[in-house]
């Protein structure tokens, strides 16, 4: 037996809940959140609101839980409002009864799950990031850009910073996806934290495509990615600079496939040449796909709190092409797995592209073996060490 499944059976009889910012897209948040839920599927929900026109077909793989809202969705419009609305996010996890728990996890970044209160157990925070938006990091949409909007904005921002780092405070122990994360946590909330980078899912489906590549194939693959197309992968928002992949493809001629939904969107259209092409969202099995036979994934993201995307391009042998800033720092081993660019501009996403043409060498195996550190099985096994320390039902 395991030493992951002798700590798990012994976690198996306390009572535990989940406690997530808000269900209403599906991103890297979501995906943790999926992984605890299968490690503790008994496991309630608790959560400000659920959005599932918002979540669209993501929906159905949050269905069957035992999901439990909040008082926020008492409000008028709270779907359309959730963002001024914040200022009262604070005090509706704070009103859900955790007293009858042994242990609440909270998985949050912008909306106040660590928030809530344990009354008799212990409350572990897996932190994604301090809100962007209050700490001047990029955030969904250009807010600055409307007086009417900044002044409103900003007003809000003040007098909801001191609410969380109130709520900041509330965990006992605070887990940071990353290091840039455990920084931020550092600075903004006063505390220190346990870093556990989050689980890339797609990860047990890429060892098994290369476990099953022989030499042939392995070369059969390189020969392939060289002569394929450029992916982007993420939300088509401000901070996460979709233009720039647009841009830089365009002046150098090459195929980019865009794969993401969001505000940006006709703008992006206007802008790209015949040699973009926009796919929307894609179910995993495209998305894996498309990982697989792209010759780099370019992520332009700045200050990305840890970066999913780029792991998973990496679990299939993929390099990346970076913005160097965020959490991308800690995953890409330039010149190994991926080059970064330093200038957040399509000049300077360009010159890295053509580098990245004169002289990277793609090793498809080597780069797919840099991302197991980042597996499910690595994420379970450090999340209930941690749980079962805080608990003191494991010793060494």
């Not at 859900?96 to 609440?104: A, E, G, K, P, R």
């Not at 006709?266 to 894996?288: H, I, R, S, W």
């Not at 090793?363 to 550190?373: D, L, S, T």
Request: hydrophobic content about 40%; aromatic content about 12%.
């Amino acid at each position: 037996m395991s030493r992951q499944t002798q700590v798990a059976q012994q976690l198996s009889h306390l009572k535990i809940a989940l406690v997530h910012d808000y269900l209403r897209e599906y991103g890297g948040a979501e995906r943790v959140l999926e992984v605890l839920h299968e490690l503790f599927p008994e496991a309630p929900v608790y959560t400000a609101f659920t959005d599932k026109k918002a979540m669209g077909t993501n929906w159905q793989r949050f269905a069957t839980w035992d999901i439990r809202e909040s008082v926020i969705t008492r409000f008028p419009l709270y779907k359309q409002l959730f963002s001024p609305l914040r200022v009262f996010a604070k005090w509706a996890f704070e009103q859900f009864d955790f007293s009858s728990y042994d242990l609440i996890i909270s998985s949050s970044n912008a909306y106040f799950a660590k928030a809530a209160r344990a009354r008799i157990g212990r409350h572990l925070c897996y932190c994604h990031t301090p809100p962007r938006v209050l700490y001047g990091y990029s955030a969904k949409s250009n807010w600055q850009a409307n007086p009417y909007t900044r002044f409103a904005g900003n007003l809000l921002n003040h007098v909801v910073r001191q609410q969380d780092f109130k709520a900041g405070q509330n965990p006992d122990l605070m887990i940071a996806n990353s290091v840039e994360t455990a920084l931020r946590i550092k600075k903004f909330y006063k505390r220190d934290s346990v870093v556990v980078h989050p689980p890339i899912m797609v990860f047990e489906e890429a060892a098994a495509f290369f476990k099953n590549l022989d030499k042939a194939g392995l070369q059969k693959l390189t020969k392939h990615k060289h002569q394929s197309y450029y992916l982007y992968v993420n939300r088509l928002a401000l901070a996460k600079h979709p233009e720039l992949a647009v841009k830089a493809a365009n002046t150098l001629g090459v195929p980019l496939k865009v794969v993401g939904t969001g505000s940006m969107l006709v703008d992006l259209q206007k802008l790209a040449l015949p040699n973009v092409e926009f796919l929307g969202g894609v179910d995993d099995q495209q998305l894996m796909e498309l990982y697989r036979n792209a010759r780099a994934l370019i992520y332009p993201a700045v200050d990305e709190d840890f970066g999913m995307v780029p792991v998973e391009a990496m679990a299939f042998g993929t390099p990346v092409i970076a913005h160097r800033s965020g959490g991308p720092k800690e995953t890409i081993r330039e010149g190994r797995t991926g080059v970064f660019f330093d200038e957040l501009s399509a000049s300077a996403l360009v010159a890295a592209i053509k580098d990245f043409e004169r002289d990277f060498v793609t090793n498809p195996r080597e780069i797919h073996q840099a991302a197991r550190a980042y597996s499910v099985e690595n994420f379970t096994k450090q999340i209930t060490t941690l749980i079962a320390r805080q608990l003191g039902k494991f010793r060494n």
